[in-house]
C-alpha cells in the first residue's frame, strides 16, 4: 500500500513552487497525495513568516493535530519554509509533536529526513546556515539539486508553471524577514533556467512565471558577459509551445530600460509589471529602506508606460508601518488614487521580531486604525479598478483559458457550457461562458461588463486570434485572493 502525504501550503508563488517540489520527491518515494490530513502517513506545513497572523494560523493548526499524533505516533508530521527557519527549535517548544522542521533552503533532504524519523532518531532539524555563514555552494547546491525535479500533478494548471531563476534577497527593507528566512540574492544559471523552460514547454506547458523576490535584479556572470533579466527573456522567448511569460517580483529601483525594451519587443512576454510601492511617502519610505523616494517611483512608472504603451502595473502597499502619520499615510491614497494601478496588494504592517524596523521602531500605529487605513486604501483602489476595467467594455482580449471560474466550480457535474475564467496579456481576470474544453487554449474575449475585480465577456472565436486584438491598458483584478489559493499572494 502506498503512503499516503497531506500537504499545506501558505505564502506566495515560492512556496506553491517549493510544495510543488517537495511533492514531486515524495512521490518518487511512492507517496500518492491526499486532502485529507487524518488520512495522511506525513503531515506537512509549508509556511510564511512574512506576516504573524500567517505563523499563527500554523500553530493553531499544529495544535489541533496534537491528539491525532498521540493517538498515531507513527504519523509524521513536518513544518517547512520560512516559519522553519525562522523559528527553529522555537517551534518545538511550542509543538513538541512535531518531527520535523527544515528550512527553505534544505527541502531537498526531506526523504531522508522522514525517513530518519520512521526509523525512531527522533526530531529532526534541517536548517540552512545564517546567511552571514552561508557559502555560495551551498546555496547553489539546494538551486540545482532541488528545481529540476517537477510534479506536473501540483502546478497551478498543466499549462501553466513557476520557473525559480533566483533566490534570497539582498535589499533588507526594514520590516521584511525574507532577507533572512530564504538567504543571501543568489540567480542561477540562465542555461539551466532554459532547459527546465524547455521541459516544462515539452510537457505541455504554455506559460511560465518567472519568480524572484526581486526577478528584475537577476544577473548570472557568464564569464565573457553578464546575462541580466531582459537577455534571459529573449533566450527563452522562442522556446516552442510556450505562449506567455511572466516575471515577479519587480523592485522598483531594478527597473532597467532594457528590461523595458524586453517586454515591448518580446510578444509572448506579458505586458504585466508588479512593482510594489509599499508607501507614497519619502519618510515613511527612508524608515522602510526602500532605497528610492515617491519621485522616483512615480518617473520611474511613467518610464514603464511610456516605454511599454498599454502596460498593467499592480503594487503593494503596508499601512500603518512604524510612525507612519495620517499625512503620511494620505500620501500613499495620493499615490494610489493618481498611479492607475490595475490593481494594488495592501497590508497592515506586522512586526517580524530580527527586522530592523521591530528592532528600532515601536509598532505604534493601533490595529483599529491600520484596518480603517487598510479599509480606505481598498476603497480608493477599487475606484481606479472599476473606472479602469470600465474603459475596457467594448473591447477584445486574449484569453488563456485557465479553468472553471469559482462560481461554475461549485455547481461542478452541470452540463452544457460552464463559465470559465482566464486571464489576458496583462493579467486581467476574464469571466465569459464556454465549452470546458477551452480549458488551457487561448480564446478572443469581447468584454461586455466590467467589475472592480473582473470583466465578463462572450467568446469571439476558440482559435487564437493574433495582432489585430485591442489590448487592455489597466485593470484591476483582486479576485486574485481566491486565484490566491491556487497561485498564492503576491510573491515576497
Ligand atoms: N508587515 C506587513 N506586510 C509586509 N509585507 C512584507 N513584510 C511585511 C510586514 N512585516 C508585504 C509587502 C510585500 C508583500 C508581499 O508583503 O507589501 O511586498
Ligand atoms: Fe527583499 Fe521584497 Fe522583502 Fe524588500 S520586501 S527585503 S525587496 S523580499
Redesign the pocket.
Known sequence: MGKKLYIETVGCQMNVLDSELVVGSLRRQGYELTHDADDADVILFNTCS??EHAEEKIYSALGRLRGHKRRHPEKVLGVLGCMAQKDQKKILRRAPHVDIVCGTGQLGKLPELIDQVRQGAGPQLALSLARHEASRLEVEHSFESYDPMRDPSMRPSPFQAYVRVQIGCDKFCT??VVPSTRGPEQSRPPQHIAAEVRQLAAEGCKEVTLLGQTVNSYEYDLGDRRERLSDLLARIHDTPGLERIKFVTNFPRDMGNDLLDAVRELPKVCKYLHV?A?SGDNEVLKRMKRLYTVEYYREMLARCRERVPGVAVSS???VGFCGETEEQFQRSCDLVREAGFKNS?I????P?PGTKADDLYPDDVPEEIKKRRNNDLLSIQGGVSLADHRRLVGCTVEVLVEGLSKAALKTSGTPGPRQLTGRTMTDHIVVFEGNERLVGRTVVVHVREASPFTLYGDVVTGEQVGAEVEEPTRLDSPEREEQGKRFAL?L?
Open positions: 512574512v506576516r520590516y521584511c510594489p509599499q503593494d502597499f503596508i496588494f497590508f497592515k504592517y506586522s517580524r503576491p515576497i
